[in-house]
């Protein structure tokens, strides 16, 4: 079983930064492949991209997930914010088949 919590979503004007955060707990989790979504009103949950070992992997320009393994977290760095990228985001975890999600975190982006 695996639980994860997202936090740092927050209200944040164009053109800027947020980090959000998602600390895992279970069993297992070093093998898991971990990931971010985000799903707004009326459109299906979008894939913004995954990481299997600590690193770091850069999605669009923008975007960046990085993960610690020891602190069992994975990190959402979001620069250069649009106002389309106001969602829920979610942490996910791939782990023996089974996709686990987080409750999500709100990113409004607005001025």
């Known amino acids: 079983q695996v639980q994860l919590r997202e936090s740092g979503g927050d209200l944040v004007q164009p053109g800027g930064s947020l980090r959000l955060s998602c600390t895992a707990s279970?069993?297992?989790?070093?093998?898991?492949?971990m990931g971010w979504s985000r799903q707004t009103p009326g459109k299906e949950r979008e894939l913004l991209g995954r990481?299997?070992?600590p690193a770091i992997a850069v999605y669009g320009g923008r975007f960046t997930i990085s993960r610690d393994n020891a602190k069992k977290t994975v990190y959402l760095q979001m620069n250069i914010l649009k106002p389309e990228d106001a969602a829920v985001y979610y942490c996910?975890?791939?782990?023996?088949?089974?996709?686990?999600w987080g409750q999500g975190t709100q990113v409004t982006v607005t001025s």
């Open positions: 996910t975890a791939l782990l023996g088949g089974i996709e686990y």
């Open positions: 279970g069993s297992g989790l070093r093998s898991a492949t």
């Open positions: 990481i299997n070992i």
